[in-house]
């Protein structure tokens, strides 16, 4: 195997193994405490761990930064990602591929769904101000959007989507705890799913911080978008998705 394709971590030599994580213990801040944090950094694999900060949250519970030396390889030609099988268009090649091949405006329902009321991610992909120097679907000619905002009920998102003829729902989800994206999206799917013929149904598009994007078959839905993701990239796959894939079946 090519040297090339392994490294390690580093903080002041290549290769040295350095890594830095932190934590929180639900046990109050003193000694004791600290030691724990270097026995969780040591069966972590973590060795010399160095406890670099520890502070109180709260009466019972203590967060921690520890730093040390990791053995572990990453094998890079074992990496497994979701790389972009789509063109990268601009704001004026998504309307004119729109306009021209789907001969209508392309409909665009979005939604935070359960009790998720974080609407940074949604908000950053439909509304106009966009996100990242580049302007939301809204900015966009050919496209129609429904933005429904937070804390949506599944069967409402579903009705919505059928009174506006919706191509593509969008959902964001940033709540996570207990898996509650997970939960959301897959009760979403499966809703769809029995609401919609195959042949009607809309693309189901998710995104938020903590979605695994090689997850889709699992979560039922058609494309997962991670963090740092740009309207353009959201529009760039609709187009690919329903556009291009449309005119290639005529």
Avoid: W
């Amino acid at each position: 195997m090519s040297t090339k394709n392994i490294v390690r971590p580093y903080g002041d030599t290549t290769g040295d193994g350095m890594t830095q994580v932190s934590f929180t213990l639900p046990i109050p801040h003193d000694k004791r405490a600290e030691g724990a944090a270097l026995q969780l950094a040591a069966k972590m694999g973590l060795e010399p761990a160095m406890l670099v900060h520890a502070k109180p949250m709260g009466d019972n519970f203590t967060f921690f930064v520890v730093y040390g030396s990791v053995r572990h390889l990453v094998e890079l030609d074992k990496v497994v990602v979701v790389e972009r099988d789509f063109p990268l268009l601009g704001a004026k090649e998504v309307n004119t591929a729109v306009k021209k091949r789907l001969r209508r405006k392309l409909v665009v329902v979005g939604a935070c769904i359960g009790t998720d009321a974080h609407t940074v991610g949604i908000d950053a992909i439909l509304n106009i101000k966009g996100y990242a120097g580049q302007k939301g679907l809204e900015y966009y000619r050919e496209l129609r959007v429904v933005n429904l905002g937070a804390q949506v009920a599944v069967p409402e998102l579903v009705e919505r989507a059928r009174a506006e003829k919706a191509d593509a729902v969008l959902v964001s989800q940033v709540v996570t705890q207990k898996d509650a994206h997970l939960h959301n999206t897959k009760e979403m799917s499966a809703a769809f799913r029995e609401a919609f013929p195959a042949a009607k149904r809309p693309l189901l598009i998710v995104g938020g911080p903590r979605f695994d994007e090689l997850a889709t078959t699992e979560l039922g839905v058609d494309r997962i978008f991670g963090r740092g993701t740009t309207p353009g990239e959201v529009a760039s796959y609709l187009v690919h998705a329903l556009v291009e894939q449309k005119a290639a079946l005529v």
